[in-house]
């Protein structure tokens, strides 16, 4: 197993979609706030997505240089997405949101994942 990403920029790329998602959720439009609403996820809650969110893009971006850091937090950033995969199924929410949103980040992650650390 690689402990540094190679190649690092896809690392880069994901750290900052999810930065850019994470700002996004500051004041979440609409197609955010439905998915959220559509799982059921608590608004008083919201902003502890922006938090983990952030906390992954930092600990992608510190990664590319540190060993091992990268690694972990594209694993947590997995986990996350898969969570809120499961969050969709469950709620029957399944509308365009998480097709596009939601396994879409879980792709991207997974495919950053796969091609950075694990060959």
Known sequence: MI???EPWWLTAVLAVVLLADALLSL???GF???CLNGVHFPREWWWTLIVIKLLGAAGLLVGIGTPGVAFAANVGVVVYFVAAAYA??????LRQEFWLNC???LALSLVVLLVS???
């Open 117 to 119: 650390y694990l060959r």
């Open 88 to 93: 969709h199924i469950r709620a029957r929410f």
């Open 3 to 5: 402990l540094i990403p």
């Open 27 to 29: 004041r979440p439009p």
């Open 32 to 34: 955010v706030r439905d």
């Open 103 to 105: 396994l879409g980040m």
